[in-house]
């Protein structure tokens, strides 16, 4: 269900990809996606307002389930496509200020 929770949205978001990091095995990947997702808290509260949260959690929620559909079906060229989508359509959200 979508949310307005700000606060809500960043850590499902960072706990979310974090979790997927973790869950590749590689400490490594786990190392070096930490600085982005620190970024991403730092910032995206700041973003993310009013009606446009609820946009926001909706497509994070959507690009998540599209990951996850990927990574269960191990197919990793699909895991791949969705999650450069799922970074596309955020961007571009950002870009807009929601």
Same mark, same amino acid.
């Given at each position: 269900?979508?949310? +307005?929770?700000? /606060?809500?949205?960043? %850590? !499902?978001?960072? =706990? ?6 973790? &869950?590749? #095995? ?15 808290? +730092?910032?995206? /509260?700041?973003?993310? %307002? !009013?009606e446009? =949260? ?6 994070e &929620?959507? #690009? ?35």
């Amino acid at each position: 269900y979508p949310t +307005r929770d700000r /606060a809500r949205i960043v %850590h !499902g978001n960072t =706990a979310f990809h974090t979790a997927l990091a973790l &869950a590749s #095995g590689s400490s490594w990947i786990a190392r070096l996606l930490r600085p982005t997702l620190e970024t991403w808290k +730092r910032f995206s /509260a700041a973003l993310i %307002h !009013g009606e446009g =949260a609820a946009a926001v959690y909706a497509v994070e &929620a959507e #690009g998540h389930d599209e990951i996850v559909a990927a990574v269960l079906a191990q197919d990793p060229d699909a895991a791949e496509r969705a999650l450069q989508h799922h970074l596309r359509v955020a961007k571009t959200l950002f870009e807009e200020g929601r």
